[in-house]
């Protein structure tokens, strides 16, 4: 009897077609990084120093900024070593490694949106209420614990996938590791990967967005009920900006869980410019849209770069 060994190794995929050109692509990317690294960075500093920006709104905003930062920094190390060197094999420890930590982010990000969903609830339906049901220490207890479930959520994957017999062809979908992806590579059962995996996206970010609609179509039914044409305008107005972190969020998860269940015969081109849209636009997009829609975070920054002017 023979046994099959599992390799040692997974291969990262970069753009297939455009091997020979693709250290061109380090250019967008590194800017893509840039963009979100300073993005993220400057709204951390800005709610940090501002006192009066030490509110609910800005500290559920503060979280989305650390887990755009690492998803960012968890996906960088390995696409930059395809894109700069052509370097495509990755440790299968560091693969799953890379995995946990980005599905850990994603889920931390989902269910920030879902805490910005229902903030904006409490401000447009109990406005003088506000401050009293989103105390500080409420703000932080939610943080702790949606931050406890992404961890403890994911933590079963690397496990079971630690299990799994993997054989050749040993080559990944994307330019970074995703559970799905990797499942695919194996060549044993892995019903319970499959099972737990959908398990972990119903109960989270399926609920998430389930309980986000159901917020905003409790803000609309408030709004509506506003007498005032102007003050329905400035209480959807202050809802722009999360309507567009949702939107950015949701639709490449969408997309990109869509195409690994149902899009066997896509082209390649497909599936990994949908995994790069999926982790890149929003780390890089939520602080532009932040820093434009929110009219305090952008007058703070204005100010701070006014002042460094000699």
């Not at 398990?199 to 399926?206: A, K």
Request: hydrophobic share 50%; aromatic share 10%; net charge positive.
């Amino acid at each position: 009897n023979q046994t099959v060994e599992s390799p040692d190794v997974f291969l990262l995929t970069g753009i297939p077609g455009l091997e020979n050109v693709q250290s061109w692509f380090t250019i967008p990317l590194c800017t893509m990084y840039m963009v979100a690294v300073l993005g993220n960075c400057t709204i951390l500093f800005i709610i940090h120093t501002e006192t009066s920006l030490h509110q609910p709104m800005y500290y559920f905003l503060s979280m989305l900024a650390l887990s755009d930062l690492g998803l960012s920094v968890s996906t960088m190390p390995t696409m930059l070593s395809i894109f700069l060197f052509n370097s495509r094999e990755v440790k299968v420890n560091a693969c799953i490694a890379q995995l946990y930590f980005i599905h850990t982010f994603s889920l931390m990000e989902s269910a920030v949106l879902l805490t910005m969903a229902f903030d904006r609830f409490v401000a447009i339906q109990q406005p003088l209420r506000y401050t009293s049901i989103l105390t500080d220490s409420t703000v932080l207890r939610t943080g702790l614990a949606f931050a406890v479930r992404s961890v403890f959520m994911v933590m079963p994957t690397p496990i079971l996938l630690r299990r799994l017999q993997f054989c050749l062809p040993n080559v990944l979908s994307h330019s970074f590791c995703l559970h799905q992806d990797v499942m695919k590579l194996s060549c044993s059962d892995r019903r319970v990967n499959s099972i737990l995996g959908l398990f972990v996206v119903v109960s989270t970010m399926g609920l998430d967005s389930v309980l986000i609609v159901l917020s905003y179509i409790l803000i609309i039914s408030t709004v509506l009920g506003i007498a005032s044409r102007d003050e329905r305008l400035k209480a959807l107005n202050t809802c722009v900006s999360h309507i567009c972190a949702v939107l950015i969020f949701y639709i490449p998860m969408i997309g990109i869980s869509m195409i690994h269940r149902f899009g066997k015969h896509a082209s390649p081109l497909v599936h990994v410019f949908m995994a790069d849209i999926y982790v890149l636009v929003p780390p890089v997009m939520n602080p532009i849209v932040y820093s434009v829609k929110t009219k305090q975070i952008r007058r703070r920054i204005l100010l701070r770069f006014r002042r460094q002017r000699p």
